[in-house]
């Protein structure tokens, strides 16, 4: 009887305060995470009017085009790492010093942050799949360059294009994932697609090491390009388009132009051209932005409360990751006398590590999303997409995120004190391991946060954050050096856990208040347009 006078009464308050405020029922549905409305909660209440399929492609063809969009990814980060035991061979071959050799990764770097603005606007609006043909396209014209080249002015100007090539393959892949998983899955989907982010910079010194060693450095270029080539093809012949600005769930059949080989062929032999029989072509899936896009799109996103303090921690956070990347092979080779080649073959613990957080924090963000589910009361249809005026994705994604950060700031010191104390190699492999399994986590539960948050333009999102990030960490890459030669490696890995530390509440701050933020954006948004229509 008490509790059937609680719940009235509860009822009562909450639909007195809706008045008040002249709330909608979405918004009461996203008020749902407050404590007088967890018992009261209805079932009804969450349960939106019936929407289309969120994606058709089946599981079989979305895993084909999640293994191509995760080699693709490889190729920006391989190509950036693979450089590296190298540098001082080509500063011998090239006659220059190997601080100049050192200015083509700091420009590297750069271009990997501003090309992407130009290809995400392209990949929002017109297609996934001529972005990915553009950007492998310029990639292996700029290694059949740079294999050939022989002075120092060409390598740097070759490296900017090669750079602006790769770059946009990290975020199409995340893109392409957005385009085809909700947000219930998302968390582990976006790890797999990001395999390729997390072996690249362990397989790139292994690789470059070897090659360098037996075959010159010049085997770089050409391994780069063959590997380039080979991607090329698969996409035109395999890759269909995703993007929901043109194919919508991947109902509506792209432009001919737009179709890979297989689809053509399906289309030839009288099938379904993405082989789903059976399934109506519907239009109203199309998700065309809602603001025309331009390369300055990704930097409105740092004008955003909530997108600003995660891009802007994402960016420091990877500069950090960074540092201690660009720096381990020199440390190796002057407190062990290494080769290029085992220097190499040492990248692989923090490879490995970054490899095996894609399962265990993709399963732990998804995990935690159903647990919210569940604290909601909304059942879940894996099919549709989850709204976000009814889940709070700020809190289920950052409450695994934080505290893998802090352990990264732990990993860390342990990394550069074993470093500064000539500790065993066993101990410093070890702690890189740790460092890339946190680490990787962490940053996958911000990209995933990024790409939830801007559904309509998840290309630009990522390429925001993928510009931001690059900015940072060229500029890390120009001081850490100083930084070591100055204070020591130990107090560098002070100096920069400390500054994740100290940025760390900026998190907590989205956490708690970013829905709210988000939805003031979004109000923000809506008039604006509606004072753009009547103008």
């Not at 690789?207 to 080979?230: A, E």
């Not at 395999?238 to 890979?260: Q, Y």
């Not at 986590?441 to 925001?464: E, K, M, W, Y």
Request: contains cysteine; glycine residues 10%; hydrophobic residues 45%.
């Amino acid at each position: 009887m008490e509790d059937s006078k609680v719940e009235e009464s509860q009822q009562n308050l909450s639909e007195d305060s809706s008045q008040e405020l002249t709330t909608t029922a979405d918004d009461y549905a996203a008020e749902a995470t407050s404590p007088i409305d967890d018992n009261t909660k209805e079932k009804g209440t969450f349960r939106e009017q019936q929407e289309p399929l969120y994606s058709t492609f089946p599981r079989s063809q979305k895993m084909l085009i999640l293994i191509i969009g995760s080699f693709a990814g490889l190729v920006s980060p391989l190509t950036g790492s693979i450089y590296l035991p190298a540098l001082n061979t080509i500063a011998a071959d090239l006659g220059v010093r190997t601080s100049l050799v050192n200015l083509t990764i700091t420009t590297y770097q750069i271009f990997q942050g501003l090309a992407p603005s130009f290809m995400a606007s392209l990949a929002d609006t017109r297609g996934r799949r001529p972005t990915y043909l553009l950007a492998f396209s310029i990639y292996i014209i700029a290694n059949l360059a740079l294999a050939l080249q022989d002075s120092y002015a060409a390598l740097m100007v070759l490296r900017c294009l090669q750079s602006a090539g790769s770059s946009a393959t990290i975020a199409l892949g995340s893109a392409v994932v957005a385009d085809m998983v909700t947000r219930a899955e998302r968390g582990s989907w976006v790890g797999y697609a990001g395999l390729g982010i997390s072996l690249g910079p362990a397989l790139g010194p292994t690789i470059g090491g070897l090659l360098n060693q037996f075959l010159g450095w010049r085997s770089i270029f050409w391994f780069l390009l063959i590997l380039g080539s080979v991607l090329l093809v698969i996409i035109f012949m395999f890759m269909p388009e995703t993007g929901r600005a043109v194919v919508g769930n991947g109902s509506v059949k792209p432009a001919w132009w737009d179709l890979s080989l297989a689809q053509w062929l399906r289309i030839r032999s009288g099938h379904h051209f993405n082989g789903t029989e059976g399934v109506e072509e519907d239009i109203s899936t199309i998700n065309k932005p809602k603001k025309r896009l331009n390369p300055i799109s990704s930097l409105r996103i740092l004008l955003e409360p909530e997108g600003g303090i995660t891009l802007g921690f994402g960016a420091i956070f990877f500069a950090g990751y960074f540092m201690v990347m660009t720096t381990l092979s020199e440390q190796l080779t002057a407190r062990f006398g290494f080769s290029s080649a085992i220097v190499g073959l040492c990248y692989l613990p923090l490879g490995f590590g970054s490899l095996c957080s894609r399962w265990t924090s993709g399963l732990l963000f998804d995990w935690n999303f159903r647990r919210h589910a569940r604290l909601l009361g909304v059942p879940l249809d894996l099919s549709r997409q989850q709204r976000l005026e009814t889940f709070p994705i700020e809190r289920i994604r950052l409450e695994i995120c934080i505290p893998m950060i802090y352990i990264s700031c732990g990993t860390l010191l342990a990394y550069a004190w074993a470093m500064q104390t000539n500790a065993s190699l066993a101990g410093i492999e070890v702690s890189l391991f740790f460092l890339g399994l946190f680490y990787s986590g962490a940053q996958q539960g911000l990209n995933t946060l990024i790409v939830d948050t801007h559904a309509d333009t998840p290309a630009t999102a990522t390429s925001a954050n993928n510009l931001f990030r690059c900015l940072m960490s060229s500029g890390g890459t120009a001081v850490a050096p100083l930084m070591i030669e100055k204070i020591g490696i130990g107090l560098m890995g002070v100096f920069v856990s400390g500054i994740w530390f100290v940025f760390s509440p900026c998190l907590w701050a989205v956490l708690l208040y970013g829905k709210q933020w988000r939805e003031h954006e979004k109000i923000k948004h809506e008039k604006e347009n509606s004072n753009g229509q009547k103008v």
